[in-house]
């Protein structure tokens, strides 16, 4: 494409006949443009003096002339030698920043290709400079620890640009951010210091060649002081020096600086390996809202250190850093991806328009804001290229006086008076778009997070109660969460308002001492509070489970990092299938780098979902038994996901299963589909391999031994408490044999078994029991069940009457709340239910209670209006267990849980008072007990609840 046929805009010649020296040298529309840029800038007429002659060629293709001058200076390093390198690199810097600047001021090309090509250059001189440097050291046998292999990458010597550079977003005289690193991994410990030395001869000599200011000018100004400690270190200091000091010590604009960092030269391997075990540094795997306050008081101390405070006044008001300038949209957008970013990887990108185009995409800030922020940020930087293309200088100020905004605005084709105008409106639309963000105080106008800050109302403080809870509060200083002052501080700014809140609650004290329970349970609090002030609605979220569910108050102060999700947008939205929530447990497994690493976060995953689940059922987005139905499958979904995992890593260190290994089967609730908030697993391990087996890992194991080894390996997975906490408590006691038989059974032997000894129990638990794959090996499992349950020769009724009496003798109910327990009790039902479902012989034994009890009619045991009713008893009781479990950590105690618990459970019962639900419970309890004994009596066994017919 020629340089005329993409020409959209002109600048104008602020002296016309400098321009026309130049202009001369051109025809058409090109004297035009170069009239123009001559005509304003005294650098771009020297180089346009110097480069004519290449340049008429470039105007007919500019980007082949780009790619050309960039692969010149690439060949440097080989063909040049080092005297002339420098020469040679100014020059070819000539080329390119007179192409790009009239390109630039044309509108030849947007703002992104100008930018990039700069960066381009920069990448391209620094790669150079390295390889020369490098193999002139080596030629002389300075270099004794490398082999002339090594010099492909530059001995593990990594070059990382940082901010503009890194992000491809250098401006036309951008100085240019690096931070130089070397793998001493690749070294022996003695030689480590004397690399170190040689690489920081190296880099200096490097920067020389690129900054020095010679007749020839300079290639670009190097700034090397964002490495770690820079007043102290080394300008090339070593990966594992840099790395403990982001781990001990690194700053929010630290990991800030690190969002755009990007390898540019020398060992990319290595370079890339670094950044990625950087990673957890710049990405925190909770939402980070204290960046906030960072940014804002990172801005705040540039504005005082720059004197830039106040009012917009656009005489020497500083484009970058001035208020509404292009540092605030930068800021703006690298905080809001530092928030949300260790979370979705998708924020994790280095532009500053992609970063606005992520963080609107996912929600944290409107299209409409980010699309007006876009234009304002190329708009700014459009007015910083032409300011410094004036003189070639790192400015970025507007002119102090009239001549200086004439030049400007004829650089940019304007008339003096709009565009100053302009500018102004540009500067304050910035600013008060971006402040709100940062400033708890500022109102916000477009629905970002900011528009969602905590703070204190007046009317309701005004109502507190004077002696409200001041016991309680003067404790709150004392927690763990207030050890810092900043905590302290965030605090107090959001105590008022929610001490007013709680005091409105409609138990007051219980909503209080629930809060106190959340609040002694933190371990530390900027994150927690920072992430309240700047989301209001987590505020009223915390206080509504305060008021009802102590149990759960509990959980979020030793796991608060699950409001993260309640704000990832899609907290409200529907359940994922089974399927689709077992993809995205696995892909997030798959991800991680290591096996810890897959615990941890598969304990997250469980956290919050388990969570999300709770918080819908305590409010009625849904009922019981979906509630039971999602823990499930988020329990089935964990585990059918870390398997694998468990798997690979065991077989790591002895070899892969022998023959077709093995399959967890889900027993019980689990495999029944309806789990409560507190259910532990029951599960077994089934596997298939030649008993005299030995496996091929580093340390073989006899097949018995392997498969009990890892199966005590997925329960260490499920039940080690880790920094994440624990996934689940495992009971084994349904395998064959109980606690007597092997953790692991051979499919053989538990086939043989099922078939020839199992207790009639055994069978009642094989109608809820399920394999958790989709392998032959469970597929033949699931097989089996069906056969063994079709074909039983059990005495069902009369061995699972037998056991009613045992357990209503060993397990009453405790109190006219334990629906679990006794005669017509959840348990009692669940019996009588499995017992149908063995006795009907069906071909598919239907695994969930209700299916259970509708085999009931075809056994002649129940009519339909009996089927119906146990049911729906069956179906209130468990909604009171479940609702349970939302509220108390423990057994269920009326007494000690609270009048909001307890109003909750009414709730659910459609009761206006205790005495009412607790006669619903008895009546649903009596319904379910009277059926059950038309069939199994209990024979005048005494029941703590129903008491006898």
Known sequence: MKFTDAITRMPRAFDPDRGAERAVLFDGQLADVVAGAAGCSPYLRGLIGKHHEWLQGAFADPEAALRGELTAVAGYASNVPLSELSPSLRRSKGRIALLTALADLAGVWPLESVTTALTYLADAALQTALDAEFAARFKRGHLPWLTEDDLATNGGLVVLAMGKMGAFELNYSSDIDLICLFDDSRYARDDVADVRHAFV???????????????????FRTDLRLRPDAAVTPVCMSMSAAELYYEAEGRTWERAAHIKARVCAGDHKAGEAYLERLRPFVWRKHLDFAAIQDAHDMRLKIWAHKGLAGAISLPEHNVKLGRGGIREIEFFTQTQQLIAGGRDPDLRVRGTCAGLDAISAKGWISNELAGDLKVKY?????????LQMIADAQTHVLPRDEEGFSRLAAMMGEDVTPLKQRLQDLFESVHSRTEAFFAPEAPAEDGSIASNKATENE???????????????????????????????????????????????????????????????????????SLFEANAP????????????????????????????????????PFPSDAQLSDLISDALAACGDYEAVLDTARRIKKEWHFRIGVHHLRGVIDAQMAGAQYASLAKALVGALWPQVTAEFASKHGAPMGRGAVPIAMGSLAAGQLNAGSDLDLI???????????????????????????Q??????????????LYEVDMRLRPSGRQGPVASGWASYASYQKEEA????????????????????????????????????????????????????????????????????????????????????????????????TTVANGWLNDADARAITAAYKTLWAVKAMQAELSLGPFDAAKIGTGAVGVLNGILGAASEDEALAKVAEARQTARACIERIMPLGGAKDGAGGND
């Open 538 to 573: 987590l505020v009223d979220l915390l206080l509504e489970i305060c008021a009802t569910s102590p149990a759960l108050a509990a959980y979020l102060g030793r796991n608060s990092n699950v409001l993260d999700a309640v704000i990832a947008g899609d907290f409200f939205a």
């Open 378 to 386: 190329r708009a700014l930087r459009d007015v910083e290229h032409r």
């Open 713 to 726: 390996a997925l329960i260490t997975a499920l039940t080690a408490q880790l920094p994440e906490g624990r």
């Open 201 to 219: 001869q190296i880099i200096r000599a490097v920067t020389k060649t690129i900054s020095a200011q010679t007749r020839d000018g300079y290639v």
């Open 685 to 711: 391990l089934v596997y298939d391999a030649d008993p005299d087996a030995m496996s091929d890992g580093p340390r073989p194991l006899q097949t018995r031994t392997y498969f009990a080894r890892l199966t």
């Open 459 to 529: 009317s309701d403080t005004a109502t507190v109660p004077n002696d409200f809870g001041q016991e309680t509060i003067a404790r709150w200083p004392s927690y763990p969460a207030m050890r810092s002052a900043r905590a302290t501080e965030i605090f107090n700014r959001l105590r008022p308002s929610i001490v007013a809140k709680l005091a409105q609650a409609a138990r007051p004290e219980e909503a209080l001492a629930h809060f106190d329970g959340f609040l002694r349970g933190l371990p530390a609090g900027v994150q927690v509070f």
């Open 759 to 854: 207790w009639t129990w055994e069978h009642l638990a094989l109608t809820r029991a399920q394999a958790l794959g989709d392998g032959a090996l469970a597929e033949d499992w699931n097989a089996l069940r069906d056969d063994i349950l079709r074909r039983t020769q059990k005495d069902v009724l009369g061995d699972t009457s037998d056991m009613r009496v045992r357990l209503a003798g060993a397990k009453p109910a405790s109190d006219p709340w334990d629906v679990k327990n006794g005669a017509g009790g959840v348990q009692d039902i669940e019996l009588f239910a499995q017992a149908s479902a063995l006795k009907a012989g069906l071909d598919a034994v239907p695994r969930d209670t209700s299916a259970q009890l509708a």
